[in-house]
C-alpha cells in the first residue's frame, strides 16, 4: 500500500544531544512537509519541500534543520533538543502544494 | 490574522448520539478547507475537503458541511469507534495550511 512511513515511533533523547527523525513516502508527491504537534494543540508547520526546493516558516527555530536527499526520503534534525523540543513531530505529503495533505504515523519525541 | 477556531474543546456523548463540530475561520481568502480526524498517538487521517459555500460531503456517519465563515462535522448515531480528535484545516490564498486545535470527542457504549 503507498503511504507515509516514519521512524522511529518513539525516539527518547537528552537535552542538548542531536537527534535524526525520518520519514520517507511511496506515493511519489512532490511536496514533503515537518509539523510538530504539542499536546491538545494544533500542528505547527516547520519547513516543506517542493521537489527539492525548501521552505523555512519564519517561526521555525534555527535548532531545526531538514534534508531531502530524494523524492522519497526526508529528514528532521534537531541539534541541540531542548525540553521545549518534546513533542509529537509529523510527516506529510502531498501531490503539489495546496493539494491535500496525508499524514504518517508520527514520531513522539521525548527529551531527558 | 488569518485564524481558524474549533469548538467545541471537548464533547461527550453517549453511543446514537447525534451532534455536529464547528469549524469557523476567518481567512484573506478560502482555498479549501479540510477535516482530519486523529487518533491518540497516530498521525492525522484524512475525511473531506470542502471547496465552495454551500458543498457538502458525506462518508458513513460523518457529513461536512460548508458556508463562507465556517464548517460543520455532523455525526450521525455516532459509536465508541468514532471517539478521536477531529482537526480542521484551511487553505489559503498563498496555500499555505491553517489548522484549528481540534474537539476531542469521546462517544460512550
Known amino acids: 500500500d503507498a503511504m507515509v512511513i516514519q521512524n522511529p515511533r518513539y525516539q527518547v533523547t537528552q537535552f542538548g544531544k542531536p537527534v535524526t527523525l525520518s520519514c520517507s513516502q511511496t506515493?511519489?508527491?512532490?511536496?514533503m512537509y515537518w509539523y510538530q504537534q504539542k499536546s491538545s494543540q494544533a500542528p505547527k508547520l516547520l519547513f516543506h519541500y517542493y521537489d527539492k526546493d525548501f521552505n523555512n516558516e519564519a517561526d521555525t527555530p534555527d535548532n531545526f534543520q531538514s534534508r531531502r536527499p530524494n523524492t522519497s526520503f526526508c529528514f528532521l534534525d534537531i541539534r541541540s533538543p531542548g525540553l521545549g523540543d518534546a513533542a509529537m513531530y509529523l510527516c506529510a505529503t502531498s501531490r503539489a502544494w495546496g493539494d491535500t495533505q496525508y499524514f504518517g504515523p508520527g514520531t513522539r519525541l521525548t527529551v531527558l | 490574522e488569518d485564524q481558524v477556531t474549533q469548538s467545541p474543546e471537548a464533547l461527550r456523548l453517549q453511543e446514537g448520539e447525534s451532534s455536529s463540530l464547528n469549524c469557523s475561520y476567518t481567512v484573506s481568502g478560502l482555498r479549501g478547507l479540510f477535516w482530519y480526524r486523529q487518533d491518540p498517538g497516530k498521525g492525522p487521517e484524512f475525511l473531506f475537503t470542502?471547496?465552495?459555500a454551500g458543498e457538502e460531503k458525506e462518508k458513513e456517519r460523518l457529513k461536512a458541511t460548508l458556508t463562507k465563515k465556517e464548517s460543520f462535522l455532523h455525526i450521525t448515531a455516532p459509536k465508541p469507534e468514532d471517539s478521536a480528535t477531529y482537526l480542521c484545516a484551511v487553505q489559503i490564498d498563498n496555500n499555505d495550511m491553517r489548522f484549528g486545535a481540534g474537539t476531542r470527542l469521546t462517544v460512550k457504549p
Open positions: 470542502l471547496y465552495s
Open positions: 506515493l511519489n508527491h512532490n511536496v
